[in-house]
């Protein structure tokens, strides 16, 4: 064996040391699933909207999302609906919901795009 054959099993050995660290974190919930950080961590979410006033809001819907699993995927999905402009997004993880408010008329091919864009699925969309 020569040693790049031991350099490519030291590789494999060690990705798969952590894929089995952080698949048993999940299992046992002391991990999320999609980010592998430690439960509790401040999921990553990108600044809240300025404008959080929902009087400002004229327009609104609540979007069932499907595929969120963690307060990471939660925050994903809130930062991904801010993201389009003029929106203001609160996720409920446990519903599996977001209630989206906008300043213009939602765009459903955009609400739609965002959330698969983060690696989720708009599967309904009510008024």
Do not use: Q
Not at 60 to 76: D, K, N, P, S, W
Not at 81 to 109: F, H, M, N, Q
């Amino acid at each position: 064996m020569g040693v790049t054959d031991v350099a490519v099993i030291v590789v494999v050995l060690a990705v798969a040391a952590v894929a089995a660290w952080r698949f048993v974190g999940s299992v046992r919930g002391t991990r999320d699933c999609c980010s592998g950080a430690a439960k509790g961590d401040a999921p990553a979410r990108a600044p809240r909207p300025a404008d959080t006033n929902p009087a400002h809001y004229p327009y609104a819907a609540t979007l069932e999302v499907g595929g969120m699993t963690c307060e990471h995927c939660a925050a994903r999905v809130a930062t991904a609906l801010d993201e389009l402009g003029g929106t203001w997004a609160e996720v409920d993880l446990a519903a599996g919901t977001a209630r989206l408010r906008s300043k213009a008329p939602i765009d459903e091919a955009a609400v739609r795009g965002a959330v698969e864009a983060a690696g989720y699925e708009l599967r309904g969309v009510s008024r």
